[in-house]
């Protein structure tokens, strides 16, 4: 099924509500099945992988009960957990398995997970290694560097390790496979990477230190139940910031959006670029949250790279088609972990930008564009990506001519009513 959209020069106004942030909505189901009692989670992100959390979670015999964004998980803490008796299936998930893999590596039975195509292509090493070293018994394809995986769950020792890329996934699997291991689990960290892990094993109870670059945890610690608030998810509100900015004339307002420090390079970028983005109504307990105002403005061309890039890594398709539309040239670079995301993001924005017209060239660790250029309608692949339907969808906004997404349902793996948003914004 494939959708076209087009616009007459649109003009963004209003206000909405995005979707919860997906990185929160996984770790909220993950660390309520390991607390003992009910955790209670609100404004849950009910996108297709935080489905796959769920449904794995239920494999493993933890009650889980969605009520609209409301979402209940009674667990007997992670000694109540049972034996799957199926596949755990982590979908179109990174997240899911990544982290899944550190909560099975240490239980006492066995289990096995696969996902769809994408994730049967990226990379599983940098998950499996560290868990080795701590004892983990992990088989799969090419030694276990690829879905799907078979994990016969065994006793863990601590570790000392310094992460060789700046992952999220990496570190927040090592520190859960840290809390059942036996001693103090030390993580180095060289380029600081979203840290929703470690505020939520604080959230529920858990005794964690950051001390510089060094995470420690010792492990045998239980949690505690908790109630979970989650903010909306900066990734999505970036669909909607990009298409005001670009879109002459416009203001929105983007309420209760997720301005975690570790998240909000997109921010910082885009206000380099001569963006007027004004936060207000500030919330800085536990995760932060603010509601964001954003203006059409005229940008100008940055360059992006160095220890930003793990803070608006999802974000790059998206800047990508802004830089389309800003004044000279920008530059993105240090930006090679996108080739192993859900498809190879360099390549494929690259060769969907050009479809329209925009003058944007692959290199080795990121993309060079020179704006502004006039954008013309196309049929554009999605590659099942959901960050890649979005970004065609706001370029249709200021295509010349019709846009043809396939595969337009992927974007309810993060936002599930995307085009809604984006049709209450634009009327
Ligand atoms: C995520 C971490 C990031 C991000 C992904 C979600 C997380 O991946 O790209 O969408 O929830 O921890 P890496 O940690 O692999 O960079």
Redesign the pocket.
Known sequence: MSKTISYAKPVLTGSVQVPGD???S??AIMFGALAQGTTTIEGFLMGDDCLSTISCFRSLGIDIQIDGEHVTVTSGGRKAWKEPDVVLDTGNS??TT??MLGLLAGTDFHSVMAGDESIARRPMK?IVEPLRLMGADIRGRANGHFTPLAVQGTALQAIDYTMP????????AVLLAGLSAQGTTTIHEPVP??D??EIMLKHFGADISRNGDIISLTGGQELHAAHVQVPGDI?SAAFMIGAALIAEGSEIQLKNVGVNPTRTGLLDVFKAMGADIQASGHKSEGEEAADLTVRSTLLTGTDIGGDVI?RL??EIPLIALVATQAQGKTVIRDAE?LR??ETDRIQAVVTELKKLGADIEATEDGMVIQGPTPLTGAAMNSYGDHRLGMMAAVAALIADGPVTIDDPGCISISYPNFFDHLDKLTQ
Not at 165 to 172: G, T
């Open positions: 997906k990185s929160i996984h770790r990174g997240t990544r982290l940098r890329v700046a992952s999220a996934q990496v570190k927040s990477s979203r929703h892990t990734s793990p890594i999802d972990e192993v995301k």
